[in-house]
């Protein structure tokens, strides 16, 4: 595996196509990730144009700094959550004067997936980890599986996983996680997680192949999802990336699941009310005016070109509004 971060940016080219960004103006990429969409922001801003960038994972600003080289003097990197954006935004306003556009590509990059150490992958032996922050919170996924209650555990299984089966998983790890934390277990493994879920299912190592996605994937995203708090962070980070954004300026959302893409497209739909008033009212009086445009009424998705290189982007959607 190379040493370098390798992520391939998701519908990049269809990024650019609807934030058009263009010479000295700035935009806001809340997912730095290796820096993919940045580079080719900066690329057509040129010569005075600049990001504002955040990211919670020091490897992957690591490897964007060192991508990203010859335009550090037009990159501010915020090692933070991007719901820090309505108290960041305020230190970088006047240094960013053309704020044109917002880009948010959620989820977890190709590189953190496919490192063993970050307990992402079931494909992997590593710690039950998930953090997107390399270590700097303190909830992992092992200590979900280990101390969180019955109930919240089936909700996220439920809820976020949307697996049929949550309920006989829950109760199955439940009776499991008496045997690791008899024997003191502090956290747990990957490959002690997966075995035991493949267990719960009666499903044997060897006849994995006969399964399309892996019985785990449904519980391994409904993990990710509660150790990193993703769904509340995409709820609260869209009015505040629209409150940001002046007249004309666009929001652009890629998201690699229907959970995320839910909350992007209603919240997008609830932009658009129009007035409720009765038509014999003089002026409007219910406020409901609409906030924004919907530029992508379907959701982009990756064309089969895009799908066959990189197998990654085959669930992302992007959705794009321009602020009225
Ligand atoms: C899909 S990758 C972004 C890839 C990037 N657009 C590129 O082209 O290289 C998503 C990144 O968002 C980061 N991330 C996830 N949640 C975050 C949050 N709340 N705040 C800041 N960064 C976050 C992850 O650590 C990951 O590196």
């Not at 990211?55 to 080289?69: C, G, M, P, V």
């Not at 995320?260 to 007035?275: A, G, H, M, P, Q």
Request: net charge positive.
């Amino acid at each position: 595996m190379p040493n370098d971060y390798y992520h391939q940016s998701v519908l990049a080219k269809e990024v650019l196509q609807y934030l058009e960004p263009k010479k000295n103006q700035d935009f806001i990429d809340c997912t730095l990730g290796g820096g993919g969409h940045t580079s080719l922001i900066l690329e057509q801003t040129k010569p005075h144009g600049r990001v504002l960038a955040f990211e919670r994972d020091q490897t992957a600003i690591q490897a964007s700094k060192k991508k990203l080289n010859q335009d550090l003097n037009r990159l501010f990197i915020v090692n933070s959550s991007y719901t820090d954006l309505k108290t960041v935004w305020p230190k970088y306003e006047k240094k960013m004067p053309n704020l044109q556009g917002i880009l948010l590509d959620l989820g977890l990059s190709s590189d953190q997936l496919d490192k063993a150490n970050r307990g992402f992958s079931f494909k992997d032996q590593g710690p039950l980890d998930m953090r997107f922050d390399d270590q700097q919170q303190t909830l992992t996924a092992s200590d979900i599986i280990l101390e969180w209650p019955e109930d919240k555990l089936n909700k996220i299984f439920w809820e976020y996983g949307e697996e049929k089966k949550a309920r006989a998983l829950t109760k199955g790890i439940i009776k499991n996680r008496s045997s690791w934390t008899k024997q003191k277990q502090k956290f747990i493994t990957t490959a002690m997680f997966v075995s035991v879920i493949l267990q719960i299912l009666k499903i044997k190592e060897t006849s994995l192949a006969r399964f399309r996605v892996h019985p785990a994937t449904k519980v391994f995203q409904a993990l990710r999802i509660a150790v990193n708090d993703e769904l509340n962070n995409v709820a609260s980070i869209l009015p505040i990336a629209l409150e940001i954004l002046p007249a004309g300026g666009r929001l652009a959302v890629i998201s690699f699941h229907s959970l995320e893409d839910r909350i992007v497209k209603n919240y997008f739909k609830s932009l658009l009310k129009t007035c409720t008033c009765p038509k014999s009212a003089p002026v409007c009086t219910c406020e409901s005016i609409a906030r924004a445009k919907i530029l992508t009424t379907k959701g982009v998705r990756p064309s089969a070109g895009e799908v066959k290189n990189n197998y990654r982007s085959r669930s992302a959607t992007l959705r794009v509004i321009e602020k009225l």
